[in-house]
């Protein structure tokens, strides 16, 4: 299956990669703004979303694309602005380009990389209490309810995605995923332990312990995520669905695995109750 992967020099995007990147049943192509930091042994092209011209000759032949390239700049998931601005516009323009090229190409599926904060409002209504198991359950049914730009720009993108479903017969999975860290961060301590780098909180802090309980709710693995996009990506079933990226978490909020056991067969390998302290 030859696949392309939007900003796929990224930290999702290397996820995928160093996961299923010996898989012999794909190819991958990295489509990205920049050329990649270090050499990599799949295909890499520079382009940017937002130009149509210059990214629709990289879909041709392409069975798949995985679309993660995210123009900065939206204000980020933290932020409540309800201002628009110039980025915001530039990442609508980047789906319809797309979503666009994906279904001129004849692409088979696109996969999308959508976000917890398409329905973060849970958390932000719901917090603190809510990083510690206090019954708030969301399941893939859940109405948008964006607690930011960016998170409103994800909500557009599942509804862009679905009129490409339904009008073009492009099957289209989001995926609302939780957070996934880069590899030094990959554990449910990274955000409290990148914190203690960054001077913001000591270990062992109110806000350190925190970070922990709401990370081991929306933590995703590497490897969990790259086998959610695979499962995606094999299936042939779905029209369009959406689908919560997180692991295994006993705490998590975004409560339906089960809807991705049975749809694509998601079966998540990591916990983040199986952590009792950062990697030493």
């Known amino acids: 299956m030859d696949v392309l992967i939007t900003g796929g020099h990224g930290v999702v995007g290397t996820a995928i990669t160093d996961h299923l990147g010996d898989d012999e049943a794909y190819e991958f192509t990295l489509l990205d703004v920049d050329p990649p930091a270090e050499d990599t042994p799949h295909d890499s092209v520079v ?22 390239a995210l123009v900065p700049g939206t204000g980020g998931p933290d932020s409540r602005e309800l201002g628009w601005s110039k980025p915001q516009s530039d990442n609508l323009e980047a789906l319809h380009n797309v979503y666009e090229a994906a279904v001129d190409a004849a692409l088979d ?7 917890n904060h398409a329905v ?24 948008h309810r964006p607690d930011s730009r960016y998170g409103l720009t994800k909500s557009y993108g ?9 009008s073009h017969g492009i099957r289209f999975y989001a995926l609302r995923i939780g957070s996934v860290r880069a590899p030094e961060y990959d554990h449910p301590y990274g955000d409290a332990e990148r914190g203690v780098e960054d ?23 590497r490897r969990d ?5 695979d ?16 692991s295994e978490n006993s705490r998590r ?28």
């Open 47 to 68: 382009a940017d979303v937002r130009d149509y011209d210059a990214i629709r000759p990289h879909f041709e032949g392409k069975d798949a694309v995985v679309h993660l």
């Open 109 to 115: 599926s696109i996969v999308f990389a959508s976000s």
């Open 120 to 143: 973060g409002m849970v958390e932000v209504r719901n917090a603190p209490e809510v990083y510690h198991d206090a019954g708030v359950k969301v399941d893939h049914t859940e109405p």
């Open 158 to 166: 599942e509804d862009l995605g679905r009129l490409a479903a339904e």
């Open 199 to 221: 001077g913001k909180w000591e270990r062992g802090s109110d806000a350190y312990e925190e970070q922990v309980a709401r990370l081991k709710g929306l933590w995703q693995s």
């Open 225 to 229: 995520l790259a086998h959610l996009v």
């Open 231 to 246: 499962c995606c990506l094999r299936d042939d079933s779905v029209e369009w669905d959406q689908f919560y990226g997180v």
């Open 253 to 280: 909020w975004l409560d339906d695995l089960d809807h991705a056991r049975e749809t694509v067969g998601y079966d998540p390998q990591d916990a983040g109750e199986e952590w009792d302290a950062p990697p030493e």
